[in-house]
């Protein structure tokens, strides 16, 4: 399959560019930082360290992916070699998903890497469910960041708009509870704002209720919540692969 | 990922000489501002429990729990000779409040509200601190007896107040209906009742714990062993009644 070859060159391009020893790097730091934190803990010492670790490997799988893919895509705009891959005999779908498709990949081995330090403390189903959910978590980020990278002309807002879009669907739901609260006035403008709210929130995926860390603390989720949760991720990752696409389609060069 | 690079030596001499004294620079600067222990009177006012969700962005497990941290640090300083007794335990409570928020099924906050906050030398503050617990203990009774246990045992041989030690040894008995909870914890109005000191009934307490294997961190047991010895020196050097 020559698409294939695409994605291949993806993975081969992270490898090269030291993605490996920065994913290696970050992990030795957030189980040497929960180790420490725990030495302070009183009491639920694996706990913290469960948490921790994984909260702080989740964003560094985030930030590097969405940095590896802005960065790639952007490398191969300026250096023209879009231009050239555009003349093989690829369509343009296939070229924009071959690409995806080695960045899902490349997420997905992240995942699969930053999800091992979890089995220290947790039961390995839960860490099967967080590894997965996590590489469902990187592959919407993937294809944000490519989406953002093929769209906006400089690397900086491309990786500011996939930042944010990661960070405003982590936060939602709170904001969303905020507004909602019983101190939130009871007037038109925060009814107003209300909606508008809700109105984001539909346009945004639910980024809180997947790659949960209560899931190694307290036993893996109920298939139901947890396969809603992914699927969640996975069509918002369709939508992006699509309006990327779109985009792509019309790229002049 | 590597690069052409000239040798060091091409790097002129001005160069280094500012890198190293910028570099020296930044480490006195820092050295001169190291920060101290946080004191007492610098716990902040209790951020709400929404701002708290939106700033963890989806992991209120963690930030409870590194929150406990922070909060721990406060007034604890190694030259104090009585830890937390400072606090403003209006603020402490609420904060407490608020990482149980986060995240419910977290035995940190209710586990250092009754093993360190509770045993402050203030009547007032340690009542407080009481009442937080068993106010708590009735949202989820099977998995918060512990502490309540323990603010039994401060309301008897702390505060000298019996009915209050009755009332939350009763709660225990009354509330709790989980197979976990062992059959000491149910029946700790008798021992309230019996005439035993402090450490005989931290002895059974912590051996009953112990023995059931409820506590299963390293941290904790290293904690609660630590109290039981600063419990029996404090009870040798005390005098006989």
């Known amino acids: 399959m020559p698409a294939a070859i695409l994605a291949r060159l993806a993975l081969i391009e992270a490898r090269r560019g030291g993605l490996g020893w920065l994913a290696l790097l970050a992990l030795v730091l957030g189980v040497a930082l929960a180790g420490f934190l725990s030495q302070l803990a009183l009491t639920e010492s694996r706990m913290l360290q469960a948490a921790v670790v994984a909260a702080l490997l989740r964003v560094a799988a985030v930030f590097l992916i969405a940095g590896q893919v802005v960065a790639s895509v952007r490398r191969e705009i300026d250096d023209k070699r879009l231009e050239l891959s555009l003349s093989l005999p690829f369509s343009r779908s296939t070229q924009y998903l071959a690409r995806l498709g080695g960045f899902v990949a490349l997420g997905a081995l992240l995942a699969a890497l930053f999800a091992l330090p979890s089995l220290l403390w947790a039961q390995p189903l839960a860490v099967l469910c967080w590894a997965i959910s996590l590489a469902c978590e990187l592959a919407l980020v993937a294809a944000a960041a490519l989406f953002f990278a093929m769209t906006l002309a400089q690397l900086v807002p491309a990786l500011a708009a996939t930042v944010a879009l990661y960070l405003l669907a982590r936060s939602i739901g709170a904001m969303q509870a905020m507004a909602a609260g019983p101190l939130a006035p009871d007037n038109l403008l925060q009814e107003l704002a209300r909606y508008a709210l809700s109105a984001v929130a539909l346009l945004l995926p639910s980024l809180d209720r997947i790659t949960r860390t209560d899931w190694l603390l307290y036993g893996a989720p109920d298939g139901a919540s947890f396969l809603s949760g992914i699927a969640g991720a996975l069509l918002y990752a369709v939508l992006l692969a699509a309006a990327g696409v779109f985009d792509f389609q019309r790229r002049t060069a | ?241």
Request: glycine share 4%; hydrophobic share 45%.
């Open chain 2, 1 to 241: 990922m590597t690069r052409d690079e000239r040798p060091l030596s091409v790097v002129p001499a001005l160069v280094w000489g500012v890198l190293m004294v910028a570099l020296a620079g930044q480490i006195a600067w820092r050295t001169l501002q190291a920060p101290p222990a946080p004191q007492a009177e610098d716990l902040p006012p209790t951020p709400s429990t929404q701002a708290l969700r939106l700033a963890g962005f989806g992991e209120p497990n963690a930030l409870a729990r590194v929150m406990m941290l922070y909060l721990q640090a406060f007034d604890s300083g190694s030259t104090n000779t009585q830890p937390y007794r400072r606090l403003d335990y209006g603020r402490l409570i609420g904060w407490l409040d608020a990482i149980l928020a986060l995240d419910p099924r977290s035995e940190y906050p209710l586990f250092t509200a009754s093993r360190i906050y509770a045993e402050v030398q203030d009547t007032a503050k340690s009542r407080a601190m009481l009442e937080f617990i068993y106010r708590e203990f009735f949202v989820d009774p099977d998995h918060r007896w512990q502490p309540l246990a323990n603010a039994a045992l401060l309301a008897k041989h702390r505060l000298h107040d019996l009915p209050l030690a009755r009332r939350y040894a009763a709660a225990i008995d009354r509330y709790t209906r989980s197979p976990d909870v062992p059959l000491w914890a149910r029946q700790m109005q008798i021992f309230i009742l019996e005439d035993m000191n402090e450490l005989e009934a931290a002895r059974i307490m912590l051996g009953g714990l112990l023995a059931s294997g409820q506590i299963k961190d390293p941290a904790e047991a290293r904690f609660l062993a630590q109290r039981l010895k600063d419990l029996e020196g404090r009870m040798e050097r005390a005098p006989h009644r």
